[in-house]
């Protein structure tokens, strides 16, 4: 049975007519670009809210190519912005309160009467806003972009491992730090722009323990050519917000090549 709703809530410091602006108009330099937080990972170039009732919430593509995600159906600016998704069957409702900190962001996300089908990101995505408001001030204007090398580290408690590996080594994540409990499918820690990827060690590549992540320009071609000088082909293209294919090298070491967006350099 699909829940009927989830929700969560941050708190930020700025007032909420500033909360609101920032959640709106800054919604590209907030949004986390890892592989797995757009729908077309290899064409997303900006994420995009018009003002509004009536105003679209947009993933958008090279030219005027553009994903309409939902709709406006509520804009107070500082108070609430509320959206029916055209992606899935579901309404989201943004809430801005005062609160000591500052505002307090509240995301509720429910399945409309007689919907069928919800994907519910919004409590994963809303804990990045308070990292942009943190660090706006000092941090340039312009999104920050994965490099086109990553590392994947299999564990056994990934999320276990990401927290000793904060604490004790001291890396970040643009997106979050596992808590107690939490078990998240996608973990990525970040040393600069370079991604280490954590997963769970259930089928290593080969027997490794990690493995190889590279972006790509054309992924198409790239499968072409690896398939054509003889590459054990592991998984054919295949898309799960990126497209990507899999490989084992001579020596049985796993490759994942990754269509690249068109904004990484």
């Known amino acids: 049975m699909t829940e009927q709703s989830a929700s ?38 900006a994420r995009r809210i018009e003002s509004g009732v009536g105003g679209r919430i947009l993933e958008v593509y090279s030219g005027e190519d553009a994903l309409v995600l939902g709709r406006i159906t509520e804009w107070q600016p500082g108070e609430l912005l509320a959206y029916r998704s055209e992606v899935d069957d579901t309404e989201i409702r943004v809430s801005f309160e005062p609160s000591d900190g500052g505002t307090r962001v509240t995301v509720v996300q429910s399945l409309v009467s007689g919907g069928e089908t919800a994907f519910y990101y919004w409590r994963n995505v809303i804990h990045w806003l308070p990292a942009w408001v943190a660090r706006r001030d000092e941090a340039p ?7 086109r090398l990553s590392i994947a580290l299999y564990y056994e408690d990934p999320a276990a491992a990401a927290r000793w590996l904060h604490t004790t080594y001291g890396l970040e994540s643009w997106d979050k730090i596992p808590a107690e409990g939490e078990k998240p499918s996608w973990i990525e820690l970040h040393v600069g722009s370079a991604a280490i990827l954590l997963f769970e060690a259930k089928q ?19 499968f072409a050519r690896s398939q ?22 001579l020596e049985g070491h796993r490759w994942t090549f ?7 350099i």
Not at 228 to 249: L, N
Not at 258 to 264: E, K, L, S, W, Y
Request: aromatic share 10%.
């Open 204 to 222: 290593p590549p080969s027997g490794d323990d990690h493995g190889i992540w590279v972006y790509v320009d054309d992924l198409d071609a790239h």
């Open 8 to 45: 969560a809530a941050v708190e930020v410091a700025a007032d909420p007519a500033t909360a609101f602006k920032i959640f709106t108009d800054e919604i590209d330099l907030w949004w986390v670009r890892g592989p797995i937080n757009f729908w077309d990972s290899g064409r997303a170039v």
């Open 141 to 147: 204007r312009t999104p920050r972009e994965l490099d």
């Open 228 to 249: 054509a000088q003889g590459a054990r082909i592991v998984s054919e293209i295949h898309q799960h917000g990126y497209r990507c294919y899999e490989t084992d090298d």
């Open 258 to 264: 990754v269509q690249a967006r068109p904004t990484m």
